[in-house]
């Protein structure tokens, strides 16, 4: 019935959408059993699989181009405790990293930075789709760093811009985020590592907690609690005052364009807290998120809302990006509003793309979060056509 519903709703030149909807909720509501072993046989495919092309890979928000799979949805709960619990996490990490450094020596997208008055924000591509940031005072010639996945990258783009690094900051403990802690913590005896003490952040020097602001030179970093993907997410806001420019948010794995994280330590109530929480932040604020998924997420925006011209303006500019490996990155919370469906759970045409809400007799809506929580599921079923 769902199904029915969808096509009904996506109308016009959506039609073709409508059917890879029904397709998504099809799947959504296959038998459990069937699931299962579908997982089970995915686990164990040999590497010349068509489908997954290469190894295994450990990062956790990675989504595979064209049409492979999420290695996460494959291994669930159980990889997941390996990777954030045991070394065996970091090992993998230490693999990927060394494959990102010879598929992308100079980086998987080219990047420009942003100039303000007196202050500059590099990002730097990193892993396979990963970004890391430079955030300078460039009077003071004093650098902070955002989430330094790859210490070699990061290493290099300080000593290009000739910075003093005195700070890391790090948004959530996974190790395609804070991977690079400990080498630049070392070579840099001064930098103070921040994160959420509730993380276990490796390295960590310097704990905060929610609104905690981290001062360096004219720099003022706001830190905001933003639990879901991990129990102690936290995403950083740059003031954007002392320049009178933008604030900048940088925010991990929380939110990205047309998109957010998964929740793997939080409900589906928590996770829409964490984003009412940047839904609170101006129009203007930038946004620097923690990979590139600009173009998968505004597939699947466009699948659940196909006449949303904002998202389609925005996906002809993505596509001119990628096509010359240009990074998508920064977008505005402005922009995020108007395409981004994860922060429009409160529009009727969600509700109707998805079809009758979740009680017995499907006449109740959904509420907020569980059309969160409805879109996440949709989302990991989701592949790019």
Known sequence: MAAVVAATALKGRGARNARVLRGILSGATANKASQSRTRALQSHSSPECKEEPEPLSPELEYIPRKRGKNPMKAVGLAWYSLYTRTWLGYLFYRQQLRRARNRYPKGHSRTQARLFNGVKVLPIPVLSDNYSYLIIDTQARLAVAVDPSDPQAVQASIEKEGVNLVAILCTHKHWDHSGGNRDLSRRHQDCRVYGSPQDGIPYLTHPLCHQDVVSVG?????????????????????????????????????????????????????????????????????????????????????????????????????????????????????????YNPFLRTHCLVLQEALGPGPGPTGDDGYSRAQLLEKLRQLKDLHKSK
């Open 218 to 338: 004219r720099l003022q970093i706001r830190a905001l609690a933003t639990p879901g993907h991990t129990q102690g997410h936290l995403v950083y806001l740059l003031d954007g005052e002392p320049y009178k420019g933008p604030s900048c948010l940088f925010s991990g794995d929380l939110l990205f364009l047309s998109g957010c994280g998964r929740t793997f330590e939080g409900t589906a109530e928590t996770m829409l807290s964490s984003l009412d929480t940047v839904l609170g932040l101006e129009d203007d604020t930038l946004l620097w998120p923690g990979h590139e998924y600009a173009e998968e997420n505004l597939g699947f925006a466009g699948v659940v809302e196909p006449e949303n011209l904002a998202r389609e303006r925005k996906m002809q500019w993505v596509q001119r990006q990628r096509m010359e490996r240009k990074s998508t990155c920064p977008s505005t919370l402005g922009e995020e509003r108007s």
